[in-house]
């Protein structure tokens, strides 16, 4: 069975960083591509980044493309998320979750990890 | 970008009627379109792919349709586990996008 574990989140500054993970077991991790999305609170979902499962491509949302960084260590089944600048608008529900084989659909999902972004 | 908007906001149903949901695209693309239901306080759970292929595990009475602009998720009898917020998203162009979600809610 799937396991996706998000872990990081927290309380930080406008302006500051946060280093989100995603440790993940129950399928070969590094045959993936992973993904992050985000969820404000009382929105809907948009999608933030992908890695393909041998990391040699990335994608960005234009949201946070050059603030944000993805990244993953196949060695230790752990996907993350390099957060910089943050803003207010940030705040969010950050969620990993898989990336289909034959379709960039997002087929098992962590539970979230919050980050809020305030002084 | 492409926008996707999805119509209604809000679809009153109840138990046991069929449920249409609507999503537009701003650009045509083929059938790079997936599904998602989201309950209060859950992650998603992804429905639909290839814009009609159901997910692993996915009841027979969830379907998806549409190509081009136009996609549609038709759910047959709504059962009381089905009343959730829906998404489309489209997976053709980077990058990608969400619609803003149906609530589908008990009438």
């Known amino acids: 069975e799937v396991h996706l574990l998000e872990s990081g989140g927290g309380l930080v500054q406008p302006g500051g960083s946060l280093r989100l993970s995603c440790a993940a077991s129950?399928?070969?991790?590094?045959?993936?591509?992973m993904t992050w999305l985000r969820q404000a609170p009382g929105k809907g979902l948009e999608w933030v980044s992908l890695i393909s499962g041998s990391a040699d491509s990335t994608y960005y949302g234009d949201s946070v493309r050059g603030r944000f960084t993805i990244s993953r260590d196949n060695s230790k089944n752990t996907l993350f998320l390099q957060m910089n600048s943050l803003r207010a608008e940030d705040t969010a529900v950050y969620y990993c979750?898989?990336?289909?084989?034959?379709?960039?659909?997002?087929?098992?999902w962590g539970q979230g990890t919050l980050v809020t972004v305030s002084s | 970008e492409i926008v996707m908007t999805q119509s209604p906001a809000t679809l009153s149903v109840s138990p046991g009627e069929r449920a249409t949901l609507s999503c537009r695209a701003s650009q045509f693309f083929s059938s790079n379109l997936a599904w998602y239901q989201q309950k209060p306080g859950q992650a998603p759970r992804l429905l639909i792919h290839g814009a009609s292929t159901r997910a692993t595990g996915v009841p027979a009475r969830f379907s998806g349709s549409g190509s081009g602009t136009d996609f549609t998720l038709t759910i047959s009898s709504l059962q009381s586990e089905d009343f959730a917020v829906y998404y489309c998203?489209?997976?053709?162009?980077?990058?990608?996008?969400f619609g803003q979600g149906t609530k589908v809610e008990i009438k």
């Open positions: 979750a898989t990336v289909e084989i034959a379709a960039v659909a997002f087929a098992d």
């Open positions: 998203q489209q997976y053709s162009h980077w990058p990608l996008t």
């Open positions: 129950g399928f070969t991790f590094s045959s993936y591509a």
